[in-house]
């Protein structure tokens, strides 16, 4: 999911976008949502944009396969949104959504398209306490159970345990 801004003549943007996908990843042949909101920027005012539609393009496989080429309406809100088929054929790798309004580009964001697996079952770790210090032991139920209800039995189990420092910043005597 990505934030683009839009650099003018000055030394800072006059146009700032956000645009997001309902997921990151899609396999071909599948269809991609996608929401996005433009603003004007004014010194340090942001505002709705007059204009009526923006510029969406998507490619795939590094820009090689143009899916979608057209305007779309904003709302009163400076919000669009629209949705485009992945072809069957469509390359393994990235996608970009990428939207015009005052520039060549002004905001985008980019996605995967991928073949995959759904997985079949999922598995569910509760550790009895949110954080250990180094040394305490570290007790937890596993849970894994099949998306149609029923539970999972003799499945190998691998893991692995990672650590992360962390810091404070005392300022008292």
């Not at 700032?16 to 996608?34: H, L, N």
């Not at 996605?111 to 032991?137: C, H, L, W």
Request: aromatic share 16%; hydrophobic share 35%.
């Amino acid at each position: 999911y990505g934030v683009w801004m839009s650099w003018g003549t000055s030394d800072l943007p006059d146009v700032a976008g956000y645009m997001y996908t309902d997921r990151p990843i899609y396999r071909p042949g599948e269809k991609v949502y996608f929401r996005g909101v433009m603003r004007d920027r004014q010194d340090m005012t942001y505002t709705v944009p007059h204009a009526e539609t923006v510029h969406i393009t998507v490619t795939v496989g590094w820009g090689a396969q143009q899916l979608f080429d057209d305007d779309v309406a904003l709302t009163q809100f400076g919000t669009f949104s629209g949705e485009f088929d992945l072809p069957e054929d469509a390359p393994i790798g990235d996608g970009n959504i990428q939207v015009r309004y005052k520039h060549d580009y002004d905001a985008g964001v980019s996605f995967s398209v991928a073949e995959f697996r759904v997985p079949e079952y999922k598995v569910e770790v509760t550790p009895d306490n949110s954080t250990i210090i180094q040394g305490d032991p570290l007790k937890a139920v596993i849970a894994a159970s099949y998306y149609f209800g029923g539970p999972v039995s003799n499945a190998s189990l691998n893991w692995n345990a990672v650590g992360e420092e962390a810091y404070f910043n005392y300022t008292g005597p």
